[in-house]
């Protein structure tokens, strides 16, 4: 029997399938840079990642916080009952708006974009463009998919979108196809095969589904609620892809698109558990907020699964700690070719990166549960601007830099908001009535009930 959309049996079946979806694409993403790397020489795969970089940095700091706004209005809005309808219009003008913003600046910087970022390629270039811009309807389908709670095709839409990228990467390993720019246009591609999946969305359940007028006293969605929020996740989101993907820009910067492939694919081991633990970090939020609304009463159990994640978050950078201590560098070959060479020390430093801050993401969690919002924005900028500021000082070589940076910021964001988690708020005192803070923790704790 099919378990309730509503029931906990069939949120942790929904749950588990983007889990699921979220490894697979990461598992897509990795063989896509695997068969890039093998099929293409140390600067035209250097370019690669620059471009990868670029697109992916910039959509996931211009369009995540309206994924977000818009994901976490729609839970809200129809676990009380009310009309989304506003919340679809706002975030839909938001996001044109960014987008069209978007292909106004690239059109004016067309010169130092094809010319210093991507070696005078026009290729690239155009490519990048694309790519932006369609990203932007597949960050809007991702938003509404996970506010409606259809996990299982907002997994669907992240297979395919990696499938898709990984294809043409493929296509050139075997022979179909040949050259960076094939490689390149999976780039493009990737979001435009993403939405193949949102006429799915629309089909009987959806039709079926009434829609419920609004209560009285439940105000629409406007324009400047929804900017605010939006402006709130953009301070976390552009700290986050400082932190993951600056590396490969600074060492494009001072010593070249090989250097900055080479980087990339050592930050790989930080990057790919990341995407996996997407999944727990999803559910980890509503889960907290619902236990800290509870009081005393949840306080315990709120404290036990903070420490159980944090747990096996240790025992997963100690299971992968000895493997690249045993063999990380041949790994390392194995999957990206022999072109380069990687040394233990500089695998280890990202590994111990790697699991603090997945530390600091379990806490980045708790800290919002708590009504913590801007103190932890707060945490994540000063760490970024950090990392930013060693990566432009003349010390060690780039590589080795970067893999410093990053592990001594993760380790100073783990202790940051573990000193934000240390501050005892009681309940229902820590929301100011309006703020981020109170929109963010009532939105999770209707995530949690629907």
């Known amino acids: 029997m099919r378990a309730p959309e509503g029931s906990a049996r069939g949120f942790g079946r929904q749950a588990g399938l983007l889990s699921a979806g ?40 211009l369009y995540r916080p309206v994924e977000q706004l818009l994901s976490r209005t729609i839970a809200d809005r129809r676990a009380r009952g009310v009309e989304i309808g506003s919340a679809l219009r706002v975030a839909a003008t938001i996001q044109l708006g960014i987008a069209a913003a978007c292909a106004i600046a ?19 270039y155009w490519v990048m463009f694309g790519a932006v811009i ?20 907002l997994a669907g839409l992240l297979v395919c979108e990696s499938a898709s990228r990984a294809a043409f990467a493929l296509a050139v390993a075997i022979g179909i196809a040949s050259g960076q720019t094939a490689v390149a246009l999976g780039v493009f591609a990737a979001p435009c095969f993403s939405l193949v999946v949102v006429p799915l969305a629309f089909g009987r359940r959806a039709i079926e589904e009434p829609v419920a007028a609004a209560a009285p006293g439940d105000g629409r969605v406007s324009l400047a609620s929804g900017g605010g929020f939006a402006a709130a996740v953009f301070v976390i989101m552009l700290s986050e892809q400082t932190l993951l993907n600056a590396g490969p820009l600074l060492a494009r910067a001072f010593e070249g698109a090989a250097e900055a492939g080479f980087v990339f694919n050592v930050l790989m081991l930080a990057r790919a558990p990341l995407l996996v633990f997407q999944g727990v970090a999803t559910s980890l939020l509503p ?6 609304a ?17 747990r096996g978050v240790a025992a997963f950078t100690l299971v992968v700690a000895v493997v690249v201590l045993v063999a990380g560098p041949a790994l390392m070959q194995l999957a990206f070719s022999s072109r380069f060479e990687y040394d233990r020390a500089g695998l280890l430093l990202v590994t111990l990166g790697m699991g603090l801050y997945l530390a600091a993401t379990t806490l980045n969690q708790s800290a919002l549960a708590r009504g913590r ?13 950090g990392f930013l500021a060693w990566g432009l000082l003349p010390v060690f070589d780039e590589a080795r830099r970067i893999e410093i940076g990053f592990a001594a910021a993760a380790l100073c964001l783990a202790l940051a908001l573990w000193l934000v988690n240390r501050v005892v708020v009681p309940p229902g005192r820590d929301l100011a009535p309006g703020s981020a803070d109170e929109v963010e923790a009532r939105v999770a704790m209707a995530d949690e009930a629907s």
């Open 287 to 292: 889960h907290l907020t619902r236990l800290r």
């Open 294 to 310: 509870r009081g005393e009463a949840g306080a315990d159990e709120f404290a036990r699964s903070i420490h159980g994640t944090l």
């Open 373 to 385: 919002a801007r103190a932890a924005a707060a945490c994540w900028a000063a760490c970024a601007a």
């Open 106 to 124: 690239m059109l004016a910087l067309r010169g130092p974009l094809q010319d210093g970022l991507f070696s005078g390629s026009r290729d690239l």
């Open 22 to 61: 979220v490894g697979a694409a990461g598992v897509l993403t990795y063989a896509y840079f695997a068969f890039a790397a093998h099929q293409l020489d140390g600067t035209s795969y250097g370019e690669i990642v620059v471009l990868w970089t670029a697109v992916f940095v910039s959509v996931s700091i």
């Open 134 to 153: 369609v990203f932007g309807a597949s960050f809007y389908a991702r938003g509404y998919l996970a506010g409606r709670r259809r996990f299982a095709l």
